[in-house]
């Protein structure tokens, strides 16, 4: 898809064994059974997965494909290149997986690599505190 000002983009997708395209579920909706408003709680999760629910800032922030497929990404634009390629995709949609805790982790990894206030620390302290993080995640599980 296209920032505004209309840059087209390559989609590189992730491939999977079976020949298709594996997509990312970075954020879901769920209410739990024991909660004590569930239709309140219904009603907030029914209005996210509206199309203005969609078009929000809190969804705007979790920076992926809205469920409407009308509703544009937050942040991008369309163009026809852009439109064809996401349509390709799409269809190459075979399998599905839920970014787990660890990816979560390597993700702050990398922030933390890439942030401005720790550029004077030694990369293999940073390192080292992520995975260390990752490996107690591991151990619990």
């Given at each position: 898809?296209?920032?505004?000002?209309?840059?087209?983009?390559?989609?590189?997708?992730?491939?999977?064994?079976?020949?298709?395209?594996?997509?990312?579920?970075?954020?879901?909706?769920?209410?739990?059974?024991?909660?004590?408003?569930?239709?309140?709680?219904?009603?907030?999760?029914?209005?996210?997965?509206?199309v203005n629910?969609?078009?929000?800032?809190?969804?705007?922030?979790?920076?992926?494909?809205?469920?409407?497929?009308?509703?544009?990404?937050?942040?991008?634009?369309?163009?026809?290149?852009?439109?064809?390629?996401?349509?390709?995709?799409?269809?190459?949609?075979?399998?599905?997986?839920?970014?787990?805790?660890?990816?979560?982790?390597?993700?702050?990894?990398?922030?933390?690599?890439?942030?401005?206030?720790?550029?004077d620390r030694?990369?293999?302290?940073?390192?080292?505190?992520?995975?260390?993080?990752?490996?107690?995640?591991?151990?619990?599980?």
């Amino acid at each position: 898809m296209s920032m505004s000002g209309g840059v087209d983009y390559w989609l590189v997708p992730r491939y999977n064994t079976e020949g298709g395209i594996t997509a990312t579920i970075g954020a879901f909706a769920a209410i739990n059974r024991s909660t004590k408003l569930p239709e309140q709680s219904f009603k907030v999760v029914e209005n996210l997965f509206t199309v203005n629910g969609q078009k929000s800032e809190l969804l705007k922030q979790l920076n992926g494909q809205p469920v409407h497929m009308d509703v544009p990404c937050a942040g991008w634009g369309s163009s026809e290149w852009n439109d064809s390629q996401f349509a390709a995709l799409l269809e190459q949609i075979n399998a599905a997986v839920f970014r787990t805790p660890v990816e979560q982790e390597f993700d702050r990894l990398m922030d933390s690599v890439n942030s401005p206030e720790n550029e004077d620390r030694p990369l293999a302290d940073i390192v080292h505190e992520h995975y260390m993080k990752m490996q107690m995640m591991l151990a619990e599980s």
